[in-house]
Nanobody
Framework: VNLVESGGGLVQAGGSLRLSCAASGNIFTLNVMGWYRQVPGKERDVVAA???????YYADSVKGRFTISRDNAKNTLYLQMNALKPEGTAMYYC???????????????WGQGTQVAVTP
């Protein structure tokens, strides 16, 4: 499965962006899909995750502002980001796992990332 992210860009604090992750294969076969973000010199941190049964998980820092969703018919994962903050500036990665994944190392597939920059 190849994953390709899009939708990143430059936005002012308080603004919104919608990230998309298009998969080459059938994402219904992926048990868990997630969004991670990383800044230079730091570890890749989970932002949100969603299971095949649409159970969701959010990092505390984004709860109430970000929404993860998946469209199995379009083989696409989304991340709606509202009320963005400057600390949200990072490279955002899409990931998928055939089995269970609770940490970054447990994901099987990764995209190349899309850059998000939030100005004050």
């Amino acid at each position: 499965v190849n994953l390709v992210e899009s939708g990143g860009g430059l936005v002012q604090a308080g603004g919104s962006l919608r990230l998309s992750c298009a998969a080459s294969g059938n994402i219904f076969t992926l048990n868990v899909m997630g969004w991670y973000r990383q800044v230079p010199g730091k570890e890749r941190d989970v932002v949100a995750a969603i299971t095949k049964n649409d159970r969701t998980y959010y990092a505390d820092s984004v709860k109430g502002r970000f929404t993860i969703s998946r469209d199995n018919a379009k083989n696409t994962l989304y991340l709606q980001m509202n009320a963005l903050k400057p600390e949200g500036t990072a490279m955002y990665y899409c990931a998928g796992a055939a089995g269970w994944a609770a940490t970054a190392s447990e994901y099987d597939y990764w995209g190349q990332g899309t850059q998000v920059a939030v100005t004050p």
